[in-house]
């Protein structure tokens, strides 16, 4: 997966974290856990707020 994988990387992040309530996550922390996520190889370099908010957004949608 890539930065630009956001909705696959939202379904990842939901079922790794069912608990999480993404509204209420910081950026640092989702980044951490987008960087962990089984199958993601990309440069944590080419992540920035608005893929963050883009990936949160998602992840809420999700969940919803």
Do not use: S, Y
């Amino acid at each position: 997966m890539k930065w630009t994988d956001i909705h696959p990387i939202a379904i990842e992040l939901a079922e790794a974290h069912p608990d999480q309530n993404p509204a209420q996550l910081n950026f640092v922390d989702l980044r951490d856990w987008v960087l962990h996520l089984p199958g993601f190889n990309d440069d944590p370099k080419h992540c920035g707020e608005k893929i963050l908010e883009a990936i949160q957004t998602a992840w809420m949608e999700e969940v919803g």
